[in-house]
């Protein structure tokens, strides 16, 4: 127990020491909170304070390997909602999934807005930083377990609920950032709902 409060504390305290950042992290960390709570209570998410900035359709391709006359998964489209804070470099994703049987698993993600300037390898530090800290705290409770996904970023980190939400789904949070190659800085964080047979009634429409 005393090890795991001075791993938070020490966090916490690299956190504080962000200066410039705070904002970024603050903000952050408010809109993780939100995303993280909507999917694993199965609730609305709590955009108070946020600017709605609509819903739309985006659709996913098929994906398809050279030589195989069919797709190996097929297209769909997902239903979106976007919130942003204004000024801030985050806006919010909710994602809805094609209903199956009724059911629409979510997801709730934080992109950088268009145009905001990219994630940079001291940011990338600072959000692990930050994020260790809310696992730190949510490992604490007993209610979830570590969950990292494939070690493919620069920054991959993860926190699953122990058990499944009121929509039979497991619930995971993640954090992935890429910083290290040429290419544009990869960021990518938020909570999501797994399971393909899980869900709840659609709250979108669908096209």
């Given at each position: 127990?005393?090890?795991?409060?001075?791993?938070?504390?020490?966090?916490?305290?690299?956190?504080?020491?962000?200066?410039?950042?705070?904002?970024?992290?603050?903000?952050?960390?408010?809109?993780?909170?939100?995303?993280?709570?909507?999917?694993?209570?199965?609730?609305?998410?709590?955009?108070?304070?946020?600017?709605?900035?609509?819903?739309?359709?985006?659709t996913a391709a098929p994906v398809t390997a050279h030589g195989v006359p069919f797709p190996l998964l097929h297209g769909y489209k997902m239903a979106e909602q976007?919130?942003?804070?204004?000024?801030?470099?985050?806006?919010?994703?909710?994602?809805?999934?094609?209903?199956?049987?009724?059911?629409?698993?979510?997801?709730?993600?934080?992109?950088?807005?268009?145009?905001?300037?990219?994630?940079?390898?001291?940011?990338?530090?600072?959000?692990?930083?930050?994020?260790?800290?809310?696992?730190?705290?949510?490992?604490?409770?007993?209610?979830?377990?570590?969950?990292?996904?494939?070690?493919?970023?620069?920054?991959?980190?993860?926190?699953?609920?122990?058990?499944?939400?009121?929509?039979?789904?497991?619930?995971?949070?993640?954090?992935?950032?890429?910083?290290?190659?040429?290419?544009?800085?990869?960021?990518?964080?938020?909570?999501?709902?797994?399971?393909?047979?899980?869900?709840?009634?659609?709250?979108?429409?669908?096209?």
């Amino acid at each position: 127990m005393r090890r795991t409060t001075l791993s938070i504390l020490l966090n916490l305290a690299l956190i504080t020491s962000a200066g410039a950042n705070e904002d970024l992290f603050g903000v952050w960390r408010d809109l993780f909170t939100r995303c993280r709570i909507a999917m694993e209570t199965g609730k609305d998410f709590d955009a108070t304070g946020l600017r709605d900035l609509g819903r739309d359709v985006r659709t996913a391709a098929p994906v398809t390997a050279h030589g195989v006359p069919f797709p190996l998964l097929h297209g769909y489209k997902m239903a979106e909602q976007r919130w942003e804070v204004p000024g801030a470099r985050f806006v919010v994703v909710e994602i809805e999934y094609p209903p199956d049987h009724g059911k629409s698993r979510r997801a709730c993600k934080l992109e950088l807005a268009q145009g905001a300037k990219p994630i940079s390898a001291g940011e990338e530090n600072q959000l692990r930083t930050a994020f260790l800290a809310e696992r730190d705290v949510l490992l604490g409770t007993g209610r979830y377990e570590r969950w990292n996904p494939d070690p493919i970023f620069s920054t991959n980190l993860g926190v699953r609920l122990a058990e499944k939400n009121p929509s039979d789904c497991r619930v995971v949070s993640l954090m992935q950032i890429e910083t290290r190659s040429q290419s544009p800085s990869f960021f990518a964080t938020g909570t999501a709902e797994q399971d393909a047979a899980c869900g709840a009634a659609p709250r979108f429409a669908h096209p």
